[in-house]
């Protein structure tokens, strides 16, 4: 039987652990506002421009660990970790990307910071890299995916939105290959289907100024060697 008040406390729980801004509080160290220089965001890409790489990588930690954290702890809890969809049950399998989902909203709205936060790249591949094993390899996929394009071409919007299509595509093809009947499978992945590609399409929404930059030409590229000494306050 399933504790509906257990996950909507555990969905809550997860919002206000994705609500942590640690780019602003690692400003804040550095005695800035993060939201008044670069791009003006909290994620982990402004903050290693205005930063400095160490804490660019740091952020993207963190904010990544604040996404899978409480992902990995409710899919322990409620029996949902280490099993597959069909074991899981669509009902649990729902309740479980919603505490996914939480952890990610609590990014891009934390309530700290009156609602105003980063674009949930990191923290929503640490959510769904947490979902072991329904979609810790589309994550991994991911990941490559992004390093792969980030190393190229160095468009971080580029890299993040094709990186966040690539998650949807991944879990359909799963789902197709390893289901002893497609279709079967196909069913039983919906709601990673849906929620993932609900994801990637925030992402790419989040993204628009960037997509209208590289439209124009004027997208920033990443540096090879970023600077490391901060702005003063």
């Known amino acids: 039987m399933i504790d509906w008040t257990t996950w909507g406390l555990a969905a809550l729980g ?4 994705g609500s942590i801004p640690f780019g602003f509080l690692m400003g804040r160290m550095k005695g800035i ?4 220089h670069g791009s003006r965001n909290i994620g982990a890409t402004n903050v290693g421009r205005v930063l400095g790489r160490r804490l660019g990588i740091a952020c993207f930690v963190l904010d990544a660990a604040k996404g899978g954290v409480p992902v990995a702890v409710a ?4 029996g949902t970790w280490g099993r597959t969809p069909e074991e899981i049950g669509m ?3 729902w309740l479980w990307l919603a505490i996914a989902c939480a952890t990610y909203a609590g990014h891009v709205a934390p309530v700290w910071l009156r609602f105003r ?5 990191a923290t929503g591949f640490g959510a769904l890299l947490a979902m072991w094993p329904v979609l810790t390899v589309p994550a991994l996929v991911a ?17 993040s939105i094709l990186a966040g299509v690539s998650i949807p595509i991944t879990t359909a093809v799963l789902a197709v290959a390893t289901a002893d009947r497609p279709l079967a499978g196909l ?3 919906i709601p990673l289907l849906v929620v993932t590609s609900a994801l990637a399409a925030l992402t790419t929404w989040r993204h628009r100024t960037n997509i209208e930059r590289l439209i124009r030409g004027e997208e920033p590229r990443i540096s090879r060697s970023p600077s490391t000494r901060p702005p003063s306050a």
């Open 14 to 17: 997860a919002y206000l652990v």
């Open 33 to 36: 506002d993060i939201r008044e």
């Open 75 to 78: 899919g322990m809890l409620g």
């Open 91 to 93: 009902t649990s399998l």
């Open 117 to 121: 936060g980063g674009k949930g790249v």
């Open 143 to 159: 990941l490559a995916v992004w390093g792969g394009l980030l190393a190229t071409l160095r468009y971080m919007s580029v890299a």
């Open 187 to 189: 069913r039983e992945a």
